[in-house]
């Protein structure tokens, strides 16, 4: 417990909105909503991420693939339209 209430005591001294973590037994809004503090499984938060700025997500992906050395055409990014659909 004392790891948990660490990070929401950073997530408050940071005024962070959210806390992202697959933890959410731990984090529970009872908890949470006396300091302004939600949390939020990962997955959840990307798909968020995605649908409010799409083409940063996809700029930021194709960066990643193309430092790995994948810029090739077989390991692309899926287009926007695939992500959207297939959250």
Do not use: Y
């Amino acid at each position: 417990m004392k790891r948990i209430a660490m990070c929401l005591a950073a997530a408050v001294h940071c005024k962070a909105p959210i806390i992202v973590t697959f933890n959410l037994r731990h984090f529970r809004p009872e908890h949470l909503d006396p300091w302004g503090v939600r949390a939020v499984h990962p997955q959840s938060f990307l798909i968020h991420l995605f649908r409010q700025e799409q083409s940063v997500v996809l700029k930021k992906l194709e960066r990643w693939f193309q430092a790995q050395g994948q810029d090739n055409e077989a390991d692309s990014v899926p287009s926007g339209r695939f992500l959207a659909q297939n959250p």
